[in-house]
Every structure is written in structure tokens, then in C-alpha cells.
């Protein structure tokens, strides 16, 4: 009885030292996963709606989810640009107007964290879409990308054909933009825009929403963004 206790004590010193191992080597991987979003149509009320894709705690691996669809708009520069060349970058999106006398100066703001934040890496990009097309020219965007130090190569505002940007809006990030009451005397108040940045992967899945005029969420945008990378590298 005595040596098969010794032995027995034996192997769990023994087992000791590959236990760790595991312990110490699955510790140091993040295993905090980003969803995947995909349009749903409500049934009561017909809308479209964004649903997040998950079973048993994991996301299926067979499910064609949703990608942000194709546009063609111009920057604060002058230039086309075209929703392919965003593709195989990490997109940080969202919908703003340079008259704008409250929200968007709050996401403005928490979009430059982002900004600086990945400065210097070239997978990240972030695009702002101007809800107010006639009003955001070329010379409007590039003003407002003066007053916050908007860098094009990492930051793009764009502007062009209001139609194309408001169904974008609604059938490609899932989110509200659209006109009001182009006569009413509160800026605000003339158009309806979200306060979301939508988060998009290099294959242009939806993979989160944040408050944009909320620093604790950006953090996590930000985090969010970090954990996306890294699961590139893997």
C-alpha cells in the first residue's frame, strides 16, 4: 500500500512540469472571439435588421455571411475611391456631416483615437460617409479633415450620390442615414444618422458595433481591432 502510494505521487510529480507547460502556453493566447453579423427581416415589421451568427458559443464556419457592397465616391481629396480597394484592410466605418453641431463632433473626436492608435499600420482604414452630400463638397471635407488632422491614407471622408449613400447606410452596414427636414433650423435636425462605427473585416463581414460618441466602447473598438489582427497572424 505504501509504494503504490510513493508511486502514485511519483507520476504526479512527474506530470507536474508538462501540466504547467500547457497551463503557461494556453494562457498567453487570447481566446476572445469577434462575431460575424448578417441580415435578418423582422417578421412583424418587414424591416432589416443585423443579427449575429453563433452556435453553442461558437460561430458557424458554413454560414455565407453578409459583405459590404461595392460604391464609388470621392475623398477629401478630390479621388475616386472604390469600396474594392478597402477590401483586404480592417475597416473602422461610419456616417457624419460636416455641419454637424453635436454628435459628430463627439465621434469626430473618438475617431481620432482610432486614428493615432493605428497610425502607422497599413491593414487599418477608416471611412467616414457624409449623410450630406450637397452640402460636404471636396473643399467642405477637406476643412473638416484640417480641423480634426485627418490623415487621407488612413482616414477617408467621402461624399458623392446621396441615393447610393444612404441605401449603403441601410442594406450594406445596417445602420440609419437619411434625410429629415432639410428645413428645419436645427442642423440636427435636418438629418438622421447613426452613432455607430461598424467594424469590418479584411473580407468585408460586419464584425461589431460601437458607440462612437463613447469613450469606453471605442476602447473596446479599439481592443476589438487588436484581437482581429491577431487572429491574421494565427
Known amino acids: 500500500m505504501k509504494n503504490l502510494k510513493q508511486a ?46 453563433t452556435i ?16 464609388e465616391l470621392t475623398n477629401q481629396d478630390g479621388k475616386q475611391v472604390k469600396g474594392a480597394s478597402l477590401k483586404g484592410k480592417v475597416v473602422v466605418a461610419d456616417f457624419f456631416f460636416t455641419r454637424c453641431p453635436g454628435m459628430c463632433k463627439k465621434m469626430s473626436s473618438q475617431m481620432t483615437r482610432v486614428q493615432e492608435r493605428f497610425q502607422n499600420n497599413p491593414e487599418i482604414q477608416i471611412v467616414s460617409f457624409s449623410v450630406d452630400p450637397e452640402n460636404d463638397t471636396v473643399p467642405a471635407l477637406r ?23 444612404y441605401h449603403l447606410a441601410k442594406y450594406g452596414y445596417f445602420v440609419t442615414a437619411k434625410e429629415n427636414d432639410p428645413t428645419a433650423q436645427n442642423l440636427e435636425d435636418q438629418f438622421v444618422h447613426t452613432d455607430k462605427f461598424v467594424l469590418v473585416d479584411k473580407g468585408g463581414v460586419i464584425r461589431g458595433y460601437y458607440n462612437g460618441t463613447n469613450r469606453k466602447d471605442v476602447d473596446r473598438l479599439i481592443t476589438e481591432i487588436d484581437i482581429l489582427l491577431q487572429e491574421y497572424e494565427q
Open 143 to 165: 476643412n473638416y479633415a484640417d480641423m480634426y488632422d485627418i490623415k487621407t491614407e488612413k482616414w477617408q471622408l467621402l461624399t458623392g450620390d446621396k441615393p447610393q449613400i
Open 56 to 71: 453553442k458559443g461558437k460561430e458557424s464556419i458554413d454560414t455565407l455571411f453578409h459583405t459590404v457592397p461595392e460604391f
Open 8 to 53: 502514485g505521487i511519483l507520476l504526479i510529480l512527474l506530470a507536474l512540469p508538462a501540466l504547467l507547460f500547457l497551463f503557461l502556453r494556453n494562457s498567453g493566447k487570447n481566446h476572445y472571439s469577434i462575431g460575424r453579423y448578417y441580415p435578418v427581416i423582422d417578421s412583424t415589421s418587414g424591416q432589416v435588421k443585423v443579427g449575429k451568427q
